[in-house]
């Protein structure tokens, strides 16, 4: 059986929304709804909060999460994850953005469930991109061979619709990537050990580096689209959703 650990990548000073992932929602600081999401999927062991504070540690601490300290250096989460696995020995490893607090259980089976295919190296998730996003820089979208095997991940409106054949017979419609990564321990460590690619650096997306040298990322479906909090709007729209939710 695969060892699978989960890690939530959780850095105090958000360039976008300050402080954001210890931001109370509906009672409780983001990262919590985040965590508690990922753990009672019941899929992966342990489901630690990857902390650059002892702010975020300690507040983490008092909500009965468990933390791994990492350098304030990091460059990214994926660099974050990769610092946990040196401690945390696991056969798979899930990136869980620490800004999804509407994040549910119910994520976790579709995307570890592409492991179950030997050539899989990384996983991800997606949904119908909603139209009022297609355009948009913000919503990443993503097109992918017939084998869920993605193809390439662009702020920019892709497939570009020529004939305009949207709703015509197979067309699934616009995909909207949703930043959640599961890796193979060997595929996280050689994609943390690579420079940042021009692709990369020109769209600004870290998963284009992966594409760029040769990982293959798989692409599976999401139960639903998700709340990714990056603004006091994000942040409301958030509190709406999951106010009077109970937790365990």
Request: with cysteine; net charge negative.
């Amino acid at each position: 059986m695969l060892r699978i650990a989960g890690v939530i990548p959780a850095r105090l000073n958000s360039t976008r929304l300050s402080r954001k992932v210890l931001r109370p929602i509906a009672g409780r600081p983001m990262v919590e709804w985040v965590w508690r999401a990922a753990a009672g999927s019941g899929l992966m062991d342990p489901v630690v909060v990857a902390a650059d504070s002892e702010e975020v540690a300690s507040i983490c601490r008092q909500c009965g999460i468990p933390v791994a300290m990492t350098s304030a250096d990091c460059a990214s989460g994926s660099d974050r994850v990769r610092e946990v696995a040196r401690t945390i020995d696991a056969d798979i490893y899930v990136n869980i953005q620490g800004d999804e607090p509407t994040l549910t259980p119910e994520f976790f089976p579709p995307l570890l469930a592409l492991f179950e295919r030997p050539e899989v190296e990384v996983a991800t998730l997606a949904v119908r991109c909603p139209n009022k996003e297609i355009a948009d820089p913000n919503a990443v979208k993503v097109v992918t061979a017939l084998d869920g095997r993605a193809l390439y991940f662009s702020r920019a409106t892709i497939p570009f619709d020529r004939d305009h054949v949207s709703d015509g017979a197979g067309f699934t419609g616009y995909r909207k990537h949703l930043g959640i990564y599961a890796y193979r321990k060997v595929a996280l460590e050689r994609f943390a050990a690579l420079e940042p690619s021009w692709l990369e650096r020109v769209e600004r997306l870290e998963q284009l580096r992966m594409l760029d040298n040769g990982i293959d990322i798989y692409v599976a479906a999401a139960p639903r689209d998700t709340i990714g909090v990056d603004t006091e709007e994000d942040l409301a729209r958030a509190e709406a959703i999951l106010r009077g939710k109970s937790l365990p």
